[in-house]
């Protein structure tokens, strides 16, 4: 039984962009069937002489790993079969062998990763994922690498490399935390080796100033809720502000979320935008008062920050972000004026 199988550039086909398909090719009783790879490489870059890619084409580590794990992969097939007494065919081992599960790249579960994460309308989380996908791309220039190339060497290159862009070193220590998280993801999927992990011997948590304080005095917080004010403009943050402390520290984008479907039996039950966990806390007078101020019976929403006519996630999303940096804006102002030790924040009510 004569079988041989190689990977081979077809000259007799040429695509648009002026390459030629990598093709499957195998021998098998005088007989040839070819199967293509689903890449290309341009004729000048491939050694026909010897039948391999040259060490300057482009894309040369991607390519070389795809070739030389589908040979591999046809090698066992063929050693398995034999050892099996199996008869077969070369049409049959290709078709055999195209059921398999192409392996996944970085660049695959990635793009995976995000739009599951756009389908569960997780918007927040997905942007940030996103954020590291495109300065992954920037930093490699793709990302057609297998998870085994993210190794420690990779890492640090890559810190070195986002530290030139003078990003902030939280904002670096972010973009690994979520880089891990993909790598552990890809652990889950199988599609690398736990052995193979990075962030054992490179540790993210030397990634993170040390962190200021973000939290008042009851004395500072009592001068802000009893901060007197005329100007609407000013009143609205002062409120915000007071709903969320006295809702144990609920985030703003909850607080635009809220419906009086949310009130039930004078307790508030939400659940986290952010996590989707569900949140349970008794409403004291003032939240009811505030509450009670601000909710027009022809919108859905408790405050006026979203309103019926805000359908999809990225009209939200803008709206939010639109109010939020307006109010923070008049609360540093408010701060200011106080005298506080530390800018004045809707996140610094959560943390108070």
């Known amino acids: 039984m004569n079988i041989t199988a190689n990977i081979v550039c077809y000259k007799s086909k040429t695509l648009s962009n002026g390459e030629h398909p990598l093709m499957i090719r195998v021998c098998k009783d005088g007989k040839k069937k070819y199967k293509s790879l689903g890449v290309s490489v341009n004729p000048k870059f491939w050694n026909f002489e010897k039948n391999t890619l040259k060490p300057n084409s482009p894309n040369y580590e991607y390519l070389s790993r795809i070739i030389a794990d589908k040979a ?27 059921q398999r599960v192409k392996p996944r790249t970085v660049n695959d579960l990635f793009c995976e990763q995000i739009k599951r994460l756009q389908d569960e309308g997780r918007r927040g989380y997905m942007l940030s994922v996103k954020q590291v996908y495109n300065s992954l791309l920037m930093f490699n220039k793709h990302l057609d690498i297998y998870f085994t190339d993210i190794d420690t060497s990779f890492l640090r290159k890559y810190e070195t490399w986002l530290r030139k862009q003078e990003l902030a070193e939280n904002t670096i220590g972010i973009r690994f935390r979520t880089l891990r998280t993909i790598y552990n993801l890809a652990i889950e999927q199988n599609l690398v080796k736990a052995e193979s992990y990075p962030f054992k011997k490179y540790k993210v948590s030397h990634l993170q100033e040390e962190r200021v304080k973000r939290s008042l005095s009851k004395e500072d917080i009592e001068r802000i809720l009893t901060y007197k004010s005329t100007n609407n403009y000013m009143r609205f943050p002062i409120d915000i502000f007071a709903f969320t402390y006295y809702c144990g520290g609920i985030n703003f984008i909850d607080i635009a979320h809220l419906t009086q479907a949310n009130i039930i039996e004078g307790r508030l039950i939400y659940k986290r935008h952010k996590t989707g966990k569900l949140i349970k806390i008794p409403l004291c007078q003032q939240a009811l008062e505030l509450i009670k101020k601000y909710h027009c019976q022809e919108s859905p929403y408790l405050f006026p920050i ?47």
């Open 72 to 98: 591999s992969e046809l090698s066992e097939e063929i050693v398995k079969l034999k050892s099996e007494r199996k008869y077969f065919t070369a049409s049959t081992l290709l078709e055999e062998n195209s």
């Open 306 to 352: 979203l309103f019926g006519f805000h359908e999809t996630e990225i009209q939200k999303a803008n709206r939010i972000h639109k109010v939020i940096t307006k109010v923070n804006k008049r609360l540093k102002e408010i701060g200011e004026e106080l005298n506080l030790p530390i800018t004045l924040t809707t996140y610094v009510a959560r943390h108070s």
